[in-house]
């Protein structure tokens, strides 16, 4: 199973940062990330983009992960989704996760249970509470369409609500599944 963790931001909402770098209790959200996939014996591939490509990008190759540059991450989250995606082509995967580096304290047994319960015609995503969460298992047969997401109207979002009767929703006791650092606060609470 591989992973398209999306690290091409430019964390303004946290006074421009990469998010991939931030720590989370001595290791990189990276690092975590790296680290929750091959203990549930999965791979990365990292979508970095201007302006902390080069710095991510470093960190991704000390962790062993795989590169994709988006070279126009401004055009929001949904042109690395759609860049992350398109590089998975020719792969045997039956799904890939989708990774946003922001999403850094899932346990690597959520990871097992969001493979376990993936197809390659479905989408698994993991819930707390109820709540939807990361990462999600996309099958392979959805790869094409995330791989355009980016000209649709709610780019991911809009391959997932598409078909619900495809979703899997996969509960776990893992509030990190929905815990996502976008403000300085939330980075608080994640430490």
């Known amino acids: 199973m591989i992973a398209v963790v999306l690290a091409a931001g430019r964390g303004a909402r946290l006074g421009g940062v990469a998010k991939a770098l931030l720590d989370a209790g001595g290791e990189s959200f990276l690092?975590?990330?790296a680290g929750a996939l091959a203990a549930a014996g999965a791979g990365g591939l990292?979508?970095?983009?201007?302006?902390?490509?080069?710095?991510?990008?470093?960190?991704?190759?000390?962790?062993?992960?795989?590169?994709?540059?988006?070279?126009?991450?401004?055009?929001?989250m949904a042109s690395s989704v759609a860049v992350g995606f398109a590089a998975l082509r020719g792969r045997a995967d039956r799904a890939a996760l989708l990774w946003p580096v922001d999403v850094a304290r899932v346990a690597p047994a959520t990871v097992s249970a969001v493979i376990a319960a993936s197809a390659a015609e479905g989408i698994?995503?993991?819930?707390?509470?109820g709540r939807g969460g990361h990462p999600a298992a996309f099958g392979?047969?959805?790869?094409?369409?995330?791989?355009?997401?980016?000209?649709?109207p709610e780019?991911?979002?809009?391959?997932?609500?598409?078909?619900?009767?495809?979703?899997?929703?996969?509960?776990?006791?893992?509030?990190?599944?929905?815990?996502?650092?976008?403000?300085?606060?939330d980075l608080e609470r994640s430490r």
């Open 31 to 33: 690092a975590r990330v």
């Open 46 to 76: 990292v979508v970095v983009g201007p302006p902390h490509g080069a710095a991510v990008r470093a960190e991704a190759a000390r962790l062993g992960l795989a590169v994709v540059e988006n070279p126009q991450p401004e055009r929001g």
């Open 124 to 129: 698994a995503v993991p819930t707390w509470q």
């Open 140 to 152: 392979r047969a959805l790869w094409d369409e995330l791989a355009a997401c980016d000209g649709l």
């Open 155 to 185: 780019g991911a979002r809009s391959v997932l609500h598409r078909d619900p009767a495809r979703v899997v929703r996969v509960p776990v006791d893992d509030p990190g599944v929905i815990a996502d650092v976008d403000l300085p606060a």
